[in-house]
């Protein structure tokens, strides 16, 4: 635990050996029947350079819903969300859409605490000092972890919390993970707690498809950088330019479903592995999937967790939503 100043507290509670852990992923992945790669591998500094570039491409358009929301109806969700003292994010990075709601929460009068979670020791650290300079009088108690492996270290405070989980992530988790997921938070919650969680809403194929399959082929690049990480991290030789980017909307299962196909029968060799993976011509690999929801199939799967919808909100022509959950008892 690091105190940077008297405002500020980080914890650190990352793996010892994330390399150890990227490594049993991807030889998992690579090895199934049907190949499939962790989407968190996306991330390295390149890769978070173009999916800032991704949210502001004319497609893509659940960020710009999800920052409408923040700004137009934040007072209304804190309000319903009972003035809550602590606002604690999941993945917050450097919490730029979240500042509408420490505004609203200061602008209440209840603002006490934030609590950010992330990977980025560094993004943590410098949007604590950023914070406590804007918010005076704002405690910040940031965790650097894994929010999926390190949740139950979220810390208890005085007064109710508000957990915000951001970004339609939750879309990314297959129903059995989400599903286990959301219970996990609802163990959490203590009453007068709530969860607040972004997700897309159902919507024209057209649009979905476009959303992650840009005009521009940024989203493209995107998803074929993760093998550029495998190359770095795992010694691997993926030719990027020996795979396509694939993204089609499933109707039966609600969701986005990203992939990379094969353009050529190849092998490709991981040496830090000591793996060699062989691919057929047109075979395809999974990246990522994105689910969509309705505010019924939503209630749904918060009634399964142990939660249950306590306000819910929308951008104007309801692409996206913001919901609020309680525990349910």
């Not at 003292?85 to 602008?107: C, F, N, P, W």
Request: negative net charge; glycine residues 8%; hydrophobic residues 40%.
């Amino acid at each position: 635990m690091t105190t940077i100043e008297p405002e500020i507290t980080i914890e650190v509670h990352l793996d010892a050996d994330s390399a150890a852990a990227m490594a049993r992923d991807v030889r998992l992945g690579l090895s199934a029947e049907f190949k499939e790669l962790a989407p968190k591998y996306f991330y390295d500094d390149r890769g978070s350079r173009l999916f800032e570039q991704i949210t502001e491409l004319d497609e893509y358009y659940p960020t710009r819903a999800e920052r409408g929301i923040l700004a137009d109806r934040s007072p209304e969700i804190v309000a319903a969300a009972g003035d809550p003292a602590t606002l604690v994010e999941l993945g917050s990075g450097s919490a730029a859409k979240t500042r509408h709601l420490l505004s609203a929460m200061r602008d209440a009068g209840c603002l006490s605490t934030y609590v950010p979670v992330d990977i980025s020791e560094e993004i943590t650290h410098d949007t604590a000092q950023c914070l406590v300079d804007e918010y005076p009088g704002l405690e910040v108690h940031g965790l650097v972890c894994d929010f999926e492996h390190h949740l139950e270290r979220i810390p208890e405070r005085s007064g109710s919390r508000l957990i915000a989980f951001l970004g339609g992530t939750i879309g990314n988790l297959y129903p059995d993970a989400r599903r286990e997921f959301l219970a996990r938070i609802s163990g959490l919650l203590e009453p007068g707690d709530r969860l607040l969680l972004g997700t897309d809403l159902v919507k024209e194929r057209r649009r979905l498809e476009a959303a992650y399959d840009d005009a521009g082929g940024v989203t493209a690049e995107f998803n074929k950088n993760v093998l550029a990480v495998l190359n770095r991290e795992l010694g691997a030789d993926f030719d990027l330019d020996a795979f396509e980017h694939v993204a089609r909307y499933d109707a039966e299962a609600g969701r986005m479903d990203i992939r990379l196909r094969s353009l050529a029968e190849q092998r490709v060799r991981l040496d830090d592995l000591d793996l060699e993976v062989a691919f057929d011509a047109g075979e395809e690999m999974r990246t990522e999937i994105s689910s969509k929801f309705t505010r019924d199939g939503l209630e749904a799967i918060y009634a399964e967790a142990g939660l249950g919808l306590a306000g819910w909100f929308t951008d104007p022509a309801a692409d996206y939503a913001l919901s609020l959950a309680q525990r349910v008892d």
